[in-house]
């Protein structure tokens, strides 16, 4: 079952933002992210990994903020199928997209 939700992109201008929005002064439709390696059915979005967590995972740590975790939103689309074996649990890859934060040199 799908929401048709839609991400919150870190960027509008990389590989995965192109799977979702058209960049602006473009014409066409988004690329979409692949099908589904197992029964070809669409993917959806179904998740997102937003920065505010990589605070939570190294809170406990000794890390500096130079030496931690870099991405700007990890975007993960599943099957729209849900293919597997029916009434028992299986595995399928499904599809995430990393866009990685940008860092700004000052002068």
Known sequence: MSFKGEPLLYSGADDVASRFIVPHGKAGAPRGVPRCESCR???????QLVPGLIYQLEKDEDISLEDGMEWGTIVVATCSNNCGEPGGVSFRDEWAGVQWEERVVRK
């Open 41 to 47: 059915g669409q993917r959806v979005f179904e998740l």
